[in-house]
């Protein structure tokens, strides 16, 4: 039976080569793909990943070949990303604690959100959460997909991050302890070399953001504790780390890499790479 893998994209933008690099590792397998958006809206590739003479601002190269743009453009400009799933329909929102009747509706939460990661976790062998500057405004602090990150870890079965995408398992956190999943583990991420100074957009927002709101770098040192490790690799044409569950990787090169390194992670037992 071939695996099934659930990808999450932000509705705010994703790189094109973020997704297609692990795409065409799971179509070479055979594998069966569902997309998933925080609200269930269609995700878009962000226009500079679809430009092969686009110059990335850090690296003051272009990072998109013209076969990759074209291979980014033919998924965006398909059907497949057509009616993704939504977050915000399958996983219930936690109740605040100013809610008049806070403990009962916290048990209704938790009995809500049980039955719908269950349903999630057995119906996928692996999570991927797909990078760009998007997942900056509706990924990286979406209590919702925090919820199905501690999930599919709970049952042990893989979670692949890309770029800006790794902030989001540093995030999703134990509501009691507090403490990160990345703790103790090493990861890869967005170094702080590779950061732009200006011009981080986002699709659908009219806003020039400047810089990222914060240094995924530090945000990820800081996640994996004394016991861990983040490794910018720069310098490095690659940086792709697996550390089991988690399959981290640190920008556009890395795309493809990072998918058959989850395949090995799903058909022979891979639980370290890199490191």
């Given at each position: 039976m071939s695996k099934r893998?659930?990808?999450?994209?932000?509705e705010y933008g994703y790189w094109g080569e973020e997704l297609v690099g692990p795409l065409e590792a799971f179509d070479a397998r055979g594998y069966r793909t569902t997309f998933m958006t925080p609200t269930g809206k269609r995700a878009h590739a962000l226009p500079p990943s679809l430009d092969s003479e686009y110059v990335d601002p850090p690296l003051g190269r272009?990072?998109?070949t013209r076969?990759?743009?074209?291979k980014a453009r033919a998924v965006d400009d398909s059907d497949r990303l057509d009616n993704p799933l939504s977050l915000a329909d399958l996983i219930p929102e936690r109740p605040y604690d100013s809610?008049?009747?806070?403990?009962?509706?916290?048990?209704?939460?938790h009995r809500r959100l049980a039955s719908a990661t269950d349903e999630l976790v057995s119906d996928f062998d692996a999570?991927?959460?797909?990078?760009?500057?998007?997942?900056?405004?509706?990924?990286?602090?979406?209590?919702?997909l925090h919820e199905v990150v501690l999930a599919f870890v709970a049952a042990d079965k893989p979670v692949l991050s890309e770029c800006y995408g790794v902030?989001?398992?540093?995030?999703?956190?134990?509501?009691?302890?507090?403490?990160?999943?990345l703790w103790g583990k090493h990861v890869?991420?967005?170094p702080k070399e590779y950061d732009y100074k200006d011009g981080t957009g986002f699709l659908g927002v009219e806003f020039n953001m400047g810089p990222p709101p914060y240094p995924l770098e530090y945000i990820l040192r800081d996640a994996t504790g004394p016991d861990g490790a983040f490794h910018g690799n720069v310098g490095k044409e690659t940086s792709v780390i697996v550390d089991f569950p988690f399959i981290t990787a640190r920008s556009t090169p890395d795309s493809s890499l990072s998918g058959e390194l989850l395949v090995k992670v799903l058909e022979e037992d891979l639980r370290r790479y890199g490191w």
């Open positions: 893998i659930l990808v999450v994209l932000s272009s990072v998109t076969d990759m743009a074209r809610a008049l009747n806070h403990l009962r509706e916290l048990e209704e939460y999570l991927v959460i797909v990078g760009g500057s998007g997942p900056i405004v509706d990924l990286a602090n979406n209590e919702r902030a989001t398992l540093a995030f999703a956190r134990d509501w009691e302890s507090r403490r990160s999943l890869t991420g967005h």
